[in-house]
């Protein structure tokens, strides 16, 4: 009777095995983006914008739309990179991402005002909040020197 071999996993297997959990990561995400869902209508120009921004923080990059290149270049002012495969690109805000981009004169204002420009849907609320509460932190003290002194200023 032939003794029967447990086959090793071949580098392709194991490419699969890691294609497979990027894509349920990503089926996960869009779960929370679902256009059937009343909590997230899109817009009616929706095929036109780039972006989903999702109620976790994460937003998901299409990179098949003509205004891929802008969404891109603002994304990588705001958001933390999480994955990038050939057609959607994974953000994620972080406090660190919002506070980088309020360094670079990004206000919240200007932050919801262009996700709402380029999202498919509205922006959830609390992610507004977390925008908000990030960027409200920058700037509110300085160390100047003056004269060959250091003092601290806050902002009234």
Known sequence: MPRETKQKPTPYHALA???SNRMTSHSNLLSHASPSSPASPLHPDHHLRPIW???TGHILLETSSPLYAKAYDFLVTI???????THLHTYLLTPYSLYAAS?????EEIIVSTLERLSKGPV???VKGFI???????GKVKLVLREGRMYV???G
Do not use: F, G
């Open 17 to 19: 095995s890691t294609m």
């Open 53 to 55: 921004t999702l109620p």
């Open 79 to 85: 958001a933390e990179p999480q994955t990038r495969p």
């Open 103 to 107: 360094a670079v004169s990004m206000t």
């Open 124 to 126: 959830p609320e609390n």
């Open 132 to 138: 908000k509460k990030c960027t409200s932190r920058y």
């Open 153 to 155: 200023e806050a902002r």
